[in-house]
């Protein structure tokens, strides 16, 4: 078997065809037409011998032969990329960077570095997936991800951690609510509320439910949860029940919704913001340079770590 002649972008394509089980979409994603991608992995296959989609089922399905080929093309294309970071970690940050964001600090951290790392470092080649804390953890692991912005600490064996903020926890309160007359709450206080959360598999709803000490299979109140902070704000507007807020959501809050907000004693509960990072060494110069960049706006939005802080658990 003569493989001189296979490329990379050929194993490119095959591994796009088999993330998007489609010809159109896999083109579509690797900026080429259909007709040009098919013939390169037809060439592909015609060069190394076996078939490696079963081009009749819908979705596309991976053959058996093929699904060992492209085992090995995945090698071979991460041991490329490899290659290059290697050569790059000598210079100014650059080069292709993947980066994972738990939902519940994409859209308030994101906005306070991304436009500052772009033009800080114009040689990286962002792409930022949102993604849930579990899914950053196997993405590091499998090496299809750079980095993960999480809430920490997670403690898994094999990645490092990089503390870059803390940020406090605040009750928002109804209306009416009697617990507007104290200056601040406890979390046994707001176990007595109805709680709005997040749904499973956010690790705020976890925080949450330590902070509140309710047990996560003792939740009789709780009949609705939501993924996003605004619809929890909303529901607590119309003078349902409580649910709790960090710092950075709370700082958008308008004049009326910002006063209906009470700082929670435990002493301060706080959820520690870090970097996730499996291969530390290879993509150093750009982790350090996210890390650094990241820490400094988070203490400008959140000041330093609070006296006696608590930081609450993320799993």
């Known amino acids: 078997m003569d493989l001189s002649q296979v490329t990379l972008t050929q194993m490119r394509y095959a591994v796009a065809v088999e993330e998007a089980r489609s010809f159109r979409r896999a083109a579509e994603k690797s900026h ?25 089922r819908k979705p596309v399905m991976v053959t058996d032969a093929g699904a060992l080929a492209l085992t090995q093309m995945r090698l071979v ?24 964001v738990i939902p519940t600090l994409a859209a308030s951290v994101l906005p306070l570095f991304l436009r500052a790392l772009v033009e800080r470092y114009p040689q990286i080649e962002l792409t930022v997936e949102e993604l849930k804390t579990e899914e950053i953890v196997a993405r590091l692991q499998s090496d299809t991800l750079d980095a993960g912005i999480a809430a920490t600490p997670l403690e898994v064996p094999g990645l490092k951690e990089t503390p870059l903020g803390y940020e406090k926890l605040y009750a928002y309160l109804a209306p009416a609510d009697p617990l507007l007359k104290k200056k601040s709450v406890t979390g046994e206080e707001l176990q007595r509320r109805e709680l709005w959360l997040m749904p499973e598999g956010h690790c705020f709803r976890t925080q949450v439910l330590w902070l509140c000490e309710r047990p996560p299979a003792a939740q009789p109140r709780i009949h609705f949860e939501s993924g996003s902070f605004e619809t929890l704000v909303r529901l607590v507007d119309d003078g349902l029940g409580a649910t709790v807020l960090p710092a950075l959501v709370v700082d958008t809050l308008d004049g009326a919704r910002h006063q209906r907000t009470r700082p929670i004693r435990r002493p301060v509960p706080v959820r520690e913001i870090g970097l996730v990072t499996a291969r530390t060494q290879l993509r150093r110069k750009v982790n350090e340079a996210l890390a650094a960049l990241v820490r400094e706006r988070l203490r400008e939005a959140l000041g330093p770590k609070p006296r006696r802080a608590e930081v609450l658990p993320p799993t």
């Open 32 to 56: 080429v037409s259909q007709s040009g991608l098919s013939m390169q992995i037809q060439k592909l296959e015609e060069l190394l011998g076996v078939l490696l989609f079963d081009r009749s």
């Open 77 to 100: 294309l991460r041991e490329t990329e490899r290659l290059a970071q290697v050569v790059a970690a000598h210079g100014e940050p650059s080069g292709l960077y993947r980066l994972g």
